[in-house]
Each structure stands twice: as structure tokens, then as C-alpha cells.
């Protein structure tokens, strides 16, 4: 043993030593390259910052917002890499959608089945689809999200700082009625909303909560009244939309409570072999702006089974 020690010794040390010193050259080489580089750079940079917070400032008198929502619009609005895929899969026909959201137009209460928590996020790159196209920040949507999923995951909670989810109380009752009247207000104001009609996913559905569309009989969660009571606010549109196929790129896990994002159903499944596709159905505007809120929750949860028939 002692003799492998030293041949490791006396062949290792001369390469350590030659390494090293090596390594630590071509570190400084780097970092004066990139230095050199930012130097050179640095009046574009300089100027191409202050083009941005410019615009950025521009868009927020504009909206009448302040500068952290106006850049997350800018932003969005000027490159919008996941509305790219999204195109994407919709021309490799993994990501079906049919029918179209209102234009131009504001208050608009978007309802969906609540399958996965991606559904949501998919039904915003798609909205965001038209208003990149059209350039036009002032139907930029948020969407409703679990106020406990935001404490528990911190990216939700990023994402809350820049008003691209809104939370929503499911527990504490005064809680629950404070999130109605902020949800309401954000809607008052002009603005457009996501929320799923059903409190939880549609996995979880206890039998007395189950629904069922009329001709498919494909399964749902019951609307909880969340929908009706904003849905029945002055000058809202409400628009009803289904989304399938979100939920078979997980796995619901051995004890039936969690649903686990399986990267091979993504990228094998899904993207490689196309076995199944991501399908979004988005029905007629509602007006149910003076109706009962019970009347209007029923209205919106019979349309969306419906369409999930059309799937």
C-alpha cells in the first residue's frame, strides 16, 4: 500500500502543480476578457438600460400602475418566450385551442375546470398570445391562486410580488371574505382575472363533490361560489373555458393525495411521441353581470361541462 502511496504521490504532485497554477491563469484571462468586454460595452448597456426605463416609465404613467407591474408587462409583452412554446406545441399540434378570448376589452373573469395546477398557467400564455400580438398591455391577466399553495411554495410568492397571482383564502372564513373583495376591486378596476371554478383539483373531488358533463360523463369537481360571486359584478365578461390533458403529465402518488410532475410524460409522452395532447376549449362571453350568484356559478359550471364535451 505504501508503495502505490508513493507512485500516486510522485505522478499526482507534478500535475496538481501544473494544473493549478494553469486554472488560475485562464480564470484571469477570462475575467479580463469579460471586463474588457463590459468596458467596451458598457454605452450600449448604459443606453439600452436607459431606453427600457424609459418605456418601462411610459407604460406605467400609461396604465397608471407603478414600475414593478409596468416592467413585468413590458417585459412579457416584448419577448414572451413562453407564449413562443407555446406556439410552438400548437404547431406540433400538442396544444389544441379552440375558440378566442374577447379583445380590447377589460373586466373579463376567465372559469375553468381546475384539472392540475398548470391549467391556469397555460390559459395565461394563451391570452397572452393575443395581447402580444396585438401589443396591448391593458387586459393583462393575473390569475386567482391558493393563498396556502403561495405561503408554501416561495416561487408562487415571487410570482405574487409581481401581481401575476392573486391569492385566494380556502380556510379562514374571514380570510375567504377579504379575498372576494380584493378579487372584486381587481376587477372593478379594469382588470382581468383567471380563477378555477372548483376550490381544489379535480383528483380530489369527494364523491358528494363530483359533476359530470351530459354526454361524455368525463369528471369534474363542482364550482365552488367563488365564480358566481364575481361573475355577477357590474360589467364583467365572464368566459367559460375546459382544459384537458394537463393532468396526464403527472402521477398521482401511491396514497392518492398528490399529483407529481412526471418528466417523462412531458418529454417522452408528450413532446417526443405526441401520445396526447393539451387541449383548451374557450366558450361564448357571459353576461351575467345583476344575476343570483347561486344562478350565475350554475351557468358557468353547466357551460363548462359542455364544452368538455366537446373535447
Known amino acids: 500500500m505504501k508503495g502505490i502511496k508513493t507512485l500516486l504521490i510522485v505522478f499526482a504532485a507534478p500535475l496538481i502543480i501544473f494544473l493549478v497554477p494553469t486554472l488560475l ?30 418605456k418601462v416609465k411610459d407604460l406605467a404613467k400609461q396604465l397608471n400602475t407603478d414600475l414593478r407591474q409596468a416592467a413585468l408587462i413590458w417585459i412579457v409583452l416584448s419577448n414572451y418566450p413562453l407564449n413562443k412554446l407555446i406556439k410552438l406545441l400548437r404547431s406540433l399540434n400538442r396544444v389544441i385551442i379552440q375558440g378566442e378570448f374577447p379583445l380590447n376589452k377589460e373586466k373579463i373573469l376567465v372559469v375553468t375546470n381546475h384539472p392540475t395546477w398548470l391549467d391556469q398557467a397555460t390559459l395565461i400564455q ?27 411554495l416561495p416561487f408562487l410568492g415571487f410570482l405574487e410580488t409581481f401581481y401575476i397571482l392573486l391569492p385566494i383564502e380556502r380556510y379562514n372564513k374571514r380570510g375567504a371574505v377579504a379575498s372576494k373583495r380584493e378579487l372584486a376591486n381587481f376587477l372593478n378596476k379594469g382588470g382581468s382575472l383567471i380563477i378555477a371554478g372548483p376550490a381544489g383539483r379535480d383528483f380530489r373531488a369527494k364523491k358528494e363533490e363530483e359533476i359530470y358533463s351530459p354526454l361524455k360523463k368525463k369528471r369534474l369537481r363542482k364550482f365552488g361560489a367563488l365564480c358566481g360571486h364575481l361573475a355577477v359584478l357590474d360589467g364583467i365578461i365572464t368566459v367559460p373555458a ?26 417522452v409522452r408528450f413532446l ?10 374557450i366558450g361564448e362571453p357571459l353576461i ?24
Open 242 to 267: 375546459y382544459i384537458e390533458g394537463t393532468e396526464k403529465l403527472f402521477k398521482i402518488s401511491d396514497d392518492g393525495q398528490e399529483m407529481k410532475f412526471s418528466l417523462y410524460n412531458f418529454f
Open 25 to 54: 491563469i485562464l480564470t484571469l484571462i477570462l475575467t479580463l476578457i469579460l471586463l474588457a468586454l463590459g468596458i467596451i460595452l458598457s454605452p450600449l448597456i448604459i443606453i439600452g438600460l436607459a431606453s427600457i426605463r424609459r
Open 126 to 152: 394563451v391570452m397572452i398570445n393575443y395581447l402580444a400580438w396585438l401589443r396591448d398591455p391593458r387586459i393583462f391577466p393575473s390569475i386567482g391562486a391558493a393563498k396556502d399553495s403561495i405561503i408554501r
Open 288 to 311: 351575467l353581470s345583476g344575476w343570483l350568484k347561486e344562478k350565475a356559478r350554475k351557468e358557468t359550471e353547466g357551460v363548462v361541462l359542455n364544452l368538455a364535451d366537446m373535447c
Open 272 to 281: 417526443l411521441l405526441g401520445q396526447f395532447q393539451i387541449k383548451i376549449i
